[in-house]
């Protein structure tokens, strides 16, 4: 079989933000959602292995119970104040605009953050043209920051002035709303929109969360110094983004394909919400941090993700959030960007991204003979680069370059005990080669969307750095499927499920994975780059569907490194692993159990 091209990603020329250019191709296929009924009630021969990470290491606050300073636990998503998500029924302060401004809020927080004894709601009404911020609140007790009853309040905010960001700031990103070395900080239900820059000069971002612990220095009048929340051994944490709209962030400088400074340029960058806590493995998490519910859309942000949790974080939760066109990564979780620290313990739950697509991002273009030449799309809806412990759970993800992707970029680092539960991943056919290529939007989302049909994989497992490793991964009852017919060469193949780079312990256990049909030549449904390191590895119990006849087809339906495979039976009797021996087409096979282990 012909092997597949190397990946291709650009790092940044100061410690930061990625993302992977794979070169692979996109697709058409008729959608095929449900598996076929299993043939009689026959009892399961086959015992699941023991998986190498399951949901109990993702354990979850009691409902309506509040987080508490390291207590290792996952905020609740129905409650995770301890409250029920609901607007505040009122107020200890309110700005109003026109007569109050985002200075008159900023004095007031300043004034009060660190006095405060019990949970405080400040509440806007109107329109405010510069941002809101939260700098140094070390106090437990919640601040809140909503509409007032009754009202909306919008940050409509323009370009980026140097006074946005913090001095204290690791990296030098804006925010339109910006909480910096605080805790216990609640953003409810705000509308964040239309701030912008173009190129290297500053970095946007709708909403802002950093803190630092990179340095043991505790004067806060000096730069760099210690979190104000680390301080007299306290904790950052309880930061709440919870019913936000954040649209039109955005780092014009991608859409510029007329200088050659910006065209593949990684300080070109800008983000819908981004947590980034700089620290060291040893030093105290940034932790219960909360981004739920929240639309996040119309963002240009260079070669930075829509929505990141980077760094040292733990025991997070990103839920039920709308995520759609822009164009870079919808959703990522990072570790060893920032010192040696991993995201780690979250949940990622039941979010709904589409429309991701990189075509028009000059910040991963490519100059040539005078122009910036566009390159392969490559963002993928869900990523994890190098977090640790991270559960993927009961999410949408369509029309994205790339569905889900478990991955780590940094030389020689891991990404480990990866769950993958529940998701839907889908890739419209498209309708040409080219951008735009039109599709439907998801389910329960009227029309139609022109990033549609240039899906290289619906999950791709794989470690891009050189000498990074991914272990412990458990893929489990997702709808897998690939209609890609459109992408950089057919001659690659498409896979539906890659597995790839330094990877061992990895169980595929009991998904739906589909193609496109008898007559598709492109889409592979299980492909293998490279043979598993070490380890304990399980493919089984899955069901394959819609797959290809066609004898001409780039990697059959199933594929090794050298080897590849028209039928199922074919690939039974040839992987010499044992893999899917107890997997079927069409249905799953009543030998297997009907319930994973969970």
């Known amino acids: 079989m012909p092997v597949p091209p190397p990946m291709f990603r650009r790092s940044r020329t100061r410690p930061g933000h990625r993302l992977r250019l794979a070169a692979a191709a996109a697709g ?45 636990l996952i905020p609740n998503p129905a409650t995770p104040t301890g409250a029920a998500i609901a607007p505040p029924a009122s107020c200890a302060v309110t700005f109003a605009s026109p007569g109050a401004t985002s200075a008159s809020v900023n004095s007031w927080i300043a004034a ?47 370009t980026v002035t140097a006074a946005d960001t913090s001095p204290n700031q690791f990296w030098a990103d804006s925010g339109g709303v910006s909480i910096v070395d605080s805790r216990s900080v609640e953003i409810y239900g705000l509308t964040v929109q239309n701030y912008t820059w173009s190129g290297t000069g500053h970095s946007p971002a709708g909403i802002y969360v950093t803190v630092r612990s990179d340095t043991t220095n505790t004067n806060q009048n000096t730069v760099p110094h210690l979190s104000a929340c680390f301080l007299n051994g306290g904790s ?52 219960h941090l909360v981004i739920e519910n929240n639309t996040v859309t119309g963002t240009r942000t260079g070669q930075s993700e829509t929505v990141t ?30 010192g040696a620290s991993q995201a780690s313990h979250g949940l990622i739950r039941g979010n709904t991204i589409y429309n991701v697509d990189t075509w028009s991002n000059a910040a991963y273009g490519k100059w040539s003979n005078g122009a910036c030449v566009a390159q392969p799309e490559n963002a993928a809806g869900i990523y994890d680069d190098g977090a640790s412990y991270i559960w993927i759970d009961g999410n949408v993800v369509w029309n994205t370059d790339q569905g ?20 839907t991943v889908y890739a ?53 499927q690939n209609q890609s017919q459109y992408f950089l060469t057919p001659s690659a193949g ?14 595929i256990w009991h998904n739906t994975i589909l193609g496109l049909g008898a007559a598709d030549r492109y889409n592979p449904l299980f ?54 021996a107890d997997s079927a087409v069409g249905s799953f096979s009543p030998n297997c159990p009907a319930q994973s282990v969970k």
């Not at 969307?449 to 272990?471: C, E, Q, T």
């Not at 597995?499 to 990895?506: A, C, E, F, P």
Request: glycine share 12%.
């Open 28 to 72: 058409t296929a008729a959608l095929a959602w449900a598996p076929l009924a299993a043939a009689g009630p026959a009892a399961a021969t086959v015992a699941q292995p023991a998986p190498p990470v399951t949901a109990s290491a993702f354990p979850v606050e009691p409902a309506g119970t509040a987080p508490a300073d390291n207590d290792g």
């Open 112 to 158: 009060n953050e660190n006095s405060m004894a019990a949970t405080t709601v400040l509440c806007l009404s109107g329109t405010f043209t510069s941002p809101i911020q939260v700098w140094g609140k070390s106090s437990t007790a919640l601040l809140e920051i909503a509409p007032a009853p009754g009202s909306t309040a919008t940050l409509s905010l323009g």
């Open 236 to 287: 950052c944490g309880d930061i709440y983004i919870i019913g936000n709209t954040v649209r039109n962030i955005t780092n014009t400088g991608d859409e510029n394909y007329t200088i050659r400074s910006l065209c593949g340029n990684g300080n070109v960058d800008g983000y819908g919400i981004a947590v980034i806590a700089a620290g060291s493995a040893a030093s105290r998490p940034l932790q």
């Open 309 to 338: 949790i980077n760094g040292d974080v733990t025991d997070f939760l990103a839920a039920g959030n709308v995520i759609h066109d822009t164009d870079n990564i919808g959703l990522d979780t990072i570790g060893w960007e920032v």
């Open 404 to 423: 889900i992707n478990l991955d780590v970029e940094t030389k020689g680092q891991s990404t480990d005990h990866l769950l993958v539960s529940g998701n």
């Open 428 to 480: 419209d056919p498209g309708t040409s080669a080219s951008d735009p290529s039109a599709g439907l939007n998801p389910p329960g989302t009227t029309g139609t969307s022109a990033v549609a049909g240039h899906d290289p994989y619906a999950l791709y497992v794989d470690a891009f750095g050189r000498s990074a490793s991914i272990s412990s991964v458990y893929v489990h009852d997702n709808i897998f």
């Open 494 to 507: 498409m896979p539906v499920v890659d597995l790839g780079g330094i990877w061992s312990n990895v169980q």
């Open 527 to 580: 492909e293998v780059d490279k043979q598993p390191s070490g380890g304990t590895n399980v493919v089984d119990c899955n069901d394959y569907g819609n797959l290809s006849t066609a004898s001409n087809t780039v990697n059959g339906n199933f594929a090794l490194p050298a080897t590849s495979f028209l039928t199922l039976p074919q690939w039974q009797a040839g992987n010499k692993h044992g893999w899917d």
